[in-house]
């Protein structure tokens, strides 16, 4: 039976389709798609609201496009819908050339009367920049992950030079804007639906009814249950395989390993280190493993009496014994974690002298601070398990350890998941357990958002740290035009962290994805999960 739908209001204040909560029917899915596990309940289905989870990182790949997208191997910005682009000599001028067969989805609530041109482009880039345009307010008028970067004073502005050709003009040089443009937050959005939504007076579907290109188109949602999607017939990179995915958000019953092998999920995606024993024992599936780009640390309320002092931030992170976390968290999967910028990252520069397990050095710092007689500290713990950390509630009790042996009392409040835009709950702990999943290969993508000025409005930068001299340094990272000069400034920047220490880098997880063997097809990417149109059931 088809379920009803109704209107809701999502996390973010998006409209939300929802259905009466049947159970999935397993059985009958299997004949033409397969169900997708291991992914958070949906704020909203437009990741252009958000700054990490579901939608961004499983189902906007499935629903939109994007201009470019990033080479999972060398992590460079290659074609997609813009089938080429030019660039001026000072590079602040970026002309791309659209592919004219990128047909949008038909759903329950649109049929589109054209294809994909530039105006689309122009529509959903504008919203973002642009207060005065109509959707620019919706879900709250918050863009977290544009906010992070400082998108709206980059780019200048976005024009459509024809049907099929846009220019976008950006305020100054900007070695990331391609790869930030290839990201799965910079989708695009049907202008001929935003204008029939203002026409009815409802706005709010742009973000809860997507319609986008992409390989497959949203169907149904119910609401901490299941998200449906269904093959877009019209799709320009090769017409889905399968008919359907479901995508299983249930946060009631069992696990998602004792769903995986009960087999009510064919994919469980990110299985936590843990797990991967229990996975390998079974015959019907199939472990895939990727090396991730990103991090898990420990961010630093630097505004606390203590906690502005550089040497107790130093002291903390010299007591932490991240080789034991590795052994007891990570069962040998993850890498220690010297710098926020993860092993494959070009610009990644360890250095073992300053990021290192020293107790006496620790207990040193501490009394040339004036807190050799006892600190007592808080920290924020979030539960839910990610490729960076796979048991949070695990590496801090071990951390509180640590700490215990400085002299240092660390208290642990856990949090199921970790909300960066409640900036008010987050200024309330002085540390704050976190991690970071890169969107690009740029270094600029795990600095700028985790630590700039720019990002503490939008609630990533969790240290509520501000240094100028930081921020010039990646400012110019982005501007200099020889990969030599941007090698030895990423070089500069790191050297800074390890002397403030903002944050302390724990370790570097790996990416995981276990599926049924009848299934094939899939495709393996260090940023999120790839579109699924080529994934097939084997006869």
Known sequence: MKALIRLTLGLLGAATLSGCGEPIKHTNIRQSGFVFCGQGVPQTFNPQLVESGVTAEAISPQIFDTLLVLDPKSHQPTANIAQSWDTNEDRTEYTFHLRSDVEFQTTQWFSPTRPLNAQDVVFSFERIIHSQHPFHYNGGGSYPWFSSINFASLLKSVEALDSHTVKFTLNRPDNAFLSNIATTFAVIHSAEYGNELLLHDEKNKLDSH?????????????????????????????????????????????????????????????????????????????????????????????????????????????????????????????????????????????????????????LGLLREAGYDQGLVLSMAVPLEPKAYNPSPRKTAELIQSNFADIGVTLQLVPEERLNRTDTERNSRFDLVLAGWVGDTGDPDNFLRPLLSCDAKPSGLNLSSWCNTDFDFLIDLALEVDKPRYRTNLYNQIQNLLNEEVPVIPIAHGMHFQAHHESLKGFKMSPFNVQPLNDVERAQ
Not at 239 to 251: E, L, P, T
Not at 293 to 299: D, E, H, P
Not at 301 to 309: E, F, G, Q, R, V
């Open 210 to 362: 997507p319609v986008g290109t992409g390989p497959f188109y949203f169907d149904e949602y119910q609401v901490n249950d299941l998200i449906r999607l269904k093959r877009h017939e019209g799709y320009w990179n090769g017409v889905a395989k399968m008919k359907q995915v479901i995508f299983d958000v249930s946060v009631r019953g069992t696990g998602t390993l004792a769903k995986l092998l009960r087999q009510e999920c064919d994919v469980l995606s990110s299985p936590i280190s843990s797990q991967l024993p229990v996975i390998k024992e079974q015959d019907d599936l199939v472990l895939n493993t990727k090396p991730a780009m990103n991090v898990s640390f420990i961010s630093i309320h630097t505004l606390h009496p203590a906690l502005s002092d550089a040497r107790v931030r130093k002291a903390l992170s010299l007591a932490i014994n991240r080789q034991n976390i590795l052994e007891s968290v990570y069962y040998g999967t993850g890498t220690q974690a010297y710098t926020l910028l993860p092993p494959s990252s070009w610009a990644y520069q360890p250095d073992a002298t300053q990021v290192r397990y020293d107790r006496n050095y620790a």
